[in-house]
Structures are given as structure tokens and as C-alpha cells.
């Protein structure tokens, strides 16, 4: 794989990875809503390519059902880590990074996927509690979390943060509203995290646009779609196992789509 690629060609590159059943042996993964949606898949499939997941989310029982599903599975045993993005503070990050520190020692991964949709209304209508809570679940979280989990990454031979962006997260589009802005803001934050680990840890950080997928956020905000004619989750990770797994230690800084055209 080679950085002087396009991010359009590295999607492609990415979109087409065939992941080995040991692509992710031995690999801590940590992964925000990791009981629902793409971030259940996610955490389903990573553990299936050998990972020791940790889920991160608000509900307790959707974490379970994927702990039980894993266990069953036969795949390494995954870990419940209960976190509310929303209210989540410093000290609560800390917190996590100590539990993690202590029983596991290190992080190889961290993919940042939870996040809300708000309502779809002009700016002029945004409610501005509302805008504050997307801007806290959406960017602020996945900033807090990284920089308490920082010291864990380092400690990884090589680990990848992997941050989740949107189409309208590239360009704007009306009625989309702070969820729009707030992924705007994740596409840059990407780029400042990566520039500042470049050559000075293993640590990489990039981004993925997953594309139209049939998930529960997909039908909020597309109501009227057929979700039939929509990617599943599962259909879209070969990027998210290509981010997460050494084939691509050598990308920093890049967002990449899942559904390339
Ligand atoms: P989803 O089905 O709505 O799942 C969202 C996940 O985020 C759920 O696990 C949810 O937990 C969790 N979450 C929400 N608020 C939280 C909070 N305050 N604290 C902790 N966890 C919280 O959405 P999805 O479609 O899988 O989306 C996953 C990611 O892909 C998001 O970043 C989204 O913006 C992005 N994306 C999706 C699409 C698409 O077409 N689906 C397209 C572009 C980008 P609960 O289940 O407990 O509420």
C-alpha cells in the first residue's frame, strides 16, 4: 500500500481487502456503539478476525447480546466498557483508560463510530441544546477519548485510530444541521491528530466514510428509502478491517470511503 495513492484509489484498495480469519490476532479494538448498527457489526467482525473487542456504549443490554454473540462464536472474549458520550467527562475517560491500562496493558485499535443524527431542520431552526449535544457526541467524545487513550495507543507496536465521517461531512447540504458541521469538524480533527503523529509514535489515525447503510440512522434519515437497496453493514467491512489491521500501517491522515464509486 502506498500513501502517494489517491484517497479515492486507497478506497478501492481498502472496499476490495480480503481479511485473513488471524488479520486482527492479538489486537485490542475498542469500538464507540458497539451495540447497535455498523458499530455492532463492527465489533462482531473484528472478533471474528481474532480481536479482544472492547464496547464502548450507552446501553448495557445491546453490549451484552454482543458479548453473548461473540462468546458463542468461539472468538476471543470481548470486554463492556458502559460510556454516555453525551454526559461522559474527562474524569470518566481517565477512568476507562486506567481499566483498559490494567487489563489489557496497551490499545491497538480504537474505531470512533457512535454517533447521533439530530433533527434535519434549517440552522436558523436549530435548537441550540441540540446543537450542543451533537457537537458533544459527535466531536467531542471522540477527541476527549483519544487523547485520554493516547498513552495506550503508544503503547501498541502499531495502532490505528479510525474516526467515522459522512458524505455531508465533506460538503454541506441543507437541513442537515449540526450532525453535517460535526462531521465537517471530524474530517479536520483527523487530519490535526494525524499531523501531529507523524514520526512521532506508531500510532495513525484516519477516517471512514461508510456510505449509505442500512442501519436504524440511515431509515431516521431517509424514511421513505427502501432499505433493501441499501449496503449492510457487513457488506461494508473490508474498508473497516483494512483500517484496522496492519495492511494499512503505513496510512496517516486519510479519509477514505467504504463504498467507493
Ligand atoms: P446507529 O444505527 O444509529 O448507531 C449509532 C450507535 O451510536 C448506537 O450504538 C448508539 O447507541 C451509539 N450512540 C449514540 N449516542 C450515543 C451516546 N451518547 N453514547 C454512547 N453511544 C451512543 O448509526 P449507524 O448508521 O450505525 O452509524 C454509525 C456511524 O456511521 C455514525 O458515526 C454515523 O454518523 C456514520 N454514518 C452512517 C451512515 C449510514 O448510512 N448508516 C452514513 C454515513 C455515516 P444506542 O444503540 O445505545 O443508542
Partial sequence: MDQTQSPQELSLTAAAFIASGDALKDKVIAITGAGDGIGKVAALSCAAHGATVILLGRTIPKLEQVYDEIEAA??????????????????????????????????????????????????????????????????????????????????????????????????????????????????????????????INKVRVNCINPGATRTQMRASAYPSENPATLKTAAEIMPSYLYLLSPKSEALNGISIDAQPK
Wanted: proline fraction near 4%.
Fill in 74 to 199: 468461539g472468538h476471543p472474549q470481548a470486554a463492556i466498557f458502559p460510556i454516555n458520550l453525551e454526559g461522559a467527562v474527562e474524569k470518566d475517560y481517565n477512568d476507562m483508560a486506567d481499566a483498559i491500562d490494567a487489563e489489557f496493558g496497551r490499545l491497538d485499535g480504537l474505531l470512533h463510530n457512535a454517533a447521533q443524527l439530530g433533527p434535519q431542520t434549517p440552522l436558523s431552526n436549530y435548537e441550540i441544546d441540540t446543537w450542543q449535544k451533537l457537537m458533544q457526541v459527535n466531536v467531542t467524545a471522540g477527541f476527549m477519548m483519544t487523547k485520554a487513550l493516547l498513552p495506550l495507543l503508544e503503547k501498541s507496536s502499531a495502532a490505528s485510530v479510525v474516526f467515522t465521517s459522512s458524505s455531508v461531512g465533506r460538503k454541506g447540504r441543507a437541513y442537515w444541521g449540526a450532525y453535517a458541521i460535526s462531521k465537517a469538524a471530524v474530517e479536520n480533527m483527523v487530519q490535526v491528530f494525524a499531523d501531529e503523529m507523524d514520526g
